[in-house]
């Protein structure tokens, strides 16, 4: 997959930016606070997922402008496709999305599409963060690979929505404790399929991780990632769900339902599902030095886009936020073997630490506006 064309122009700071990239390694370079990171950010929304920054749909728009437009032409193993986004100020103003020349209602026709990996400096977060970070890492991974899997999560999340709001009528009176079994009985459907999804993806990031840390520490250490259930055990996790994984679900849920009501959430099941990360046994979480988990994080994204590769057939985007300059130099070469054939979006405020060569095309960005300095990066 690599992207042709790109402009963007009342995204943030972005001012009437056009590039067309090369197909291998495209270095970003600027000062903080220039807008290196916001160009990265708008190639990421043409996923149609949320921003990597957290940041909400109607921050893209700049303090400046009234309208964002984005436009992006890519190739795929099959074809050329193409991404319109439009979104204006004000009211009842919804984002408008069009692919190939077809409107989309939602985000989700892009993301079976456009796929990136994005690398950020806030990915040790996947580390020291909670499970909702980790659970979110999951899905997205997941669903890349697995297209029914974004229908099931979507499926889970608003069953999940429902129960939690019966569970608040039922504390105010005016809804009953065996209300409860028919959302039960579909949570425990989907909620059964999620946990054989997610634990299928993991199993084979797990693999690579191990091999790509081994890679990092000389084979001094072996990290170990593993699915953790809210339910089961992993030897009991099917290929796909059972009546019997389902009925379990389903019991523990009537089980929990006293104490679901008085906390007025459910507590049990995939809602709560994680993935821990083992050095020798103990976790990087609690136990694991800054490098650690540093380098763990790392090796997590360069395993999704390794699985992504390998079993798709087809290369995701590679767009690395200013990391590669915090990386030794073992570090980056781990990271550029792996991305080779791929597409790279390199932002950086040090050009000279990021261990950039080859061809391709070097950038300059200033105060949201993009200069194509040459097609030869230095030391090439």
Same mark, same amino acid.
Request: glycine share 8%; proline share 3%; hydrophobic share 35%.
């Given at each position: 997959?690599?992207i042709l064309?790109?402009?963007?122009?009342?995204?943030r700071?972005?001012?009437?930016l056009?590039?067309s990239?090369?197909?291998d390694?495209?270095?970003i370079?600027?000062?903080?606070?220039q807008g290196k990171?916001?160009?990265?950010?708008?190639?990421?929304?043409?996923?149609g997922c949320r921003?990597?920054?957290?940041?909400?749909?109607?921050d893209?728009?700049?303090?400046?402008?009234?309208?964002?437009?984005?436009h992006l032409?890519f190739?795929?193993?099959?074809?050329v496709?193409?991404?319109r986004?439009?979104?204006a100020?004000g009211?009842g103003?919804q984002?408008?999305?069009?692919?190939?020349?077809v409107p989309?209602?939602?985000?989700?026709?892009l993301?079976?599409?456009f796929q990136c990996?994005?690398?950020s400096?806030?990915?040790?977060?996947? %580390?020291?963060? @909670?499970?909702e #970070?980790?659970r979110?890492?999951? $899905?997205l991974c997941?669903?890349q690979?697995?297209?029914a899997? *974004?229908?099931c999560?979507?499926?889970?999340d608003q069953?999940?929505?429902?129960?939690?709001a019966?569970l608040?009528? %039922?504390?105010? @009176?005016?809804? #009953?404790?065996?209300?409860?079994? $028919?959302?039960?009985?579909q949570?425990a459907s989907?909620?059964s *399929?999620l946990?054989?999804l997610r634990y299928?993806y993991?199993?084979?990031?797990a693999a690579?991780?191990e091999?790509?840390y081994a890679?990092?520490?000389?084979?001094?250490?072996?990290l170990?990632?593993?699915y953790r259930?809210?339910l089961?055990?992993n030897s009991?996790?099917?290929?796909?769900p059972t009546?019997e994984?389902q009925?379990?679900?389903?019991e523990q849920?009537?089980?929990s339902?006293d104490?679901?009501?008085?906390?007025?959430?459910?507590?049990k099941?995939a809602?709560?599902?994680?993935?821990?990360?083992?050095?020798?046994?103990?976790?990087?979480?609690e136990?694991?030095s800054q490098?650690q988990?540093?380098?763990?994080a790392?090796?997590l994204?360069?395993?999704?886009?390794?699985?992504?590769y390998?079993k798709?057939?087809?290369t995701?985007?590679?767009?690395?936020d200013d990391?590669?300059g915090?990386l030794?130099?073992?570090r980056?070469?781990?990271v550029?073997?792996?991305v080779n054939d791929m597409?790279?979006?390199?932002?950086?405020p040090?050009p000279?630490?990021?261990?950039?060569?080859?061809t391709?095309?070097?950038?300059s960005?200033e105060n949201g506006?993009?200069?194509e300095?040459n097609?030869?990066p230095?030391?090439a």
């Amino acid at each position: 997959m690599r992207i042709l064309s790109f402009s963007a122009e009342g995204f943030r700071n972005l001012e009437q930016l056009q590039m067309s990239p090369h197909p291998d390694r495209n270095l970003i370079c600027g000062n903080n606070a220039q807008g290196k990171t916001n160009l990265l950010e708008a190639i990421w929304s043409c996923t149609g997922c949320r921003s990597f920054r957290g940041a909400r749909e109607k921050d893209f728009i700049g303090l400046k402008a009234q309208a964002m437009h984005l436009h992006l032409k890519f190739q795929d193993s099959r074809r050329v496709q193409e991404i319109r986004i439009h979104m204006a100020r004000g009211e009842g103003k919804q984002k408008k999305i069009l692919l190939n020349g077809v409107p989309l209602k939602g985000g989700s026709g892009l993301f079976s599409q456009f796929q990136c990996v994005v690398f950020s400096p806030d990915d040790r977060e996947l %580390i020291r963060s @909670g499970p909702e #970070k980790r659970r979110s890492f999951m $899905d997205l991974c997941g669903s890349q690979l697995t297209p029914a899997m *974004l229908g099931c999560l979507r499926r889970f999340d608003q069953l999940t929505a429902q129960r939690n709001a019966v569970l608040k009528q %039922i504390q105010l @009176g005016t809804a #009953k404790k065996r209300d409860l079994a $028919d959302w039960d009985i579909q949570l425990a459907s989907y909620g059964s *399929l999620l946990t054989c999804l997610r634990y299928a993806y993991i199993r084979q990031l797990a693999a690579v991780c191990e091999q790509l840390y081994a890679s990092v520490t000389d084979g001094r250490e072996k990290l170990a990632v593993k699915y953790r259930s809210n339910l089961f055990r992993n030897s009991e996790i099917p290929e796909k769900p059972t009546k019997e994984m389902q009925q379990h679900y389903f019991e523990q849920l009537q089980k929990s339902a006293d104490d679901d009501i008085r906390l007025g959430f459910t507590a049990k099941g995939a809602g709560r599902d994680d993935f821990s990360c083992k050095i020798g046994g103990l976790s990087v979480r609690e136990f694991g030095s800054q490098g650690q988990q540093k380098s763990t994080a790392l090796v997590l994204k360069l395993a999704q886009a390794a699985v992504f590769y390998d079993k798709k057939d087809e290369t995701p985007v590679i767009l690395l936020d200013d990391v590669m300059g915090e990386l030794d130099t073992q570090r980056q070469r781990l990271v550029y073997d792996i991305v080779n054939d791929m597409q790279i979006f390199l932002t950086t405020p040090q050009p000279e630490a990021v261990g950039f060569s080859g061809t391709g095309n070097r950038y300059s960005m200033e105060n949201g506006c993009l200069t194509e300095q040459n097609a030869e990066p230095e030391g090439a």
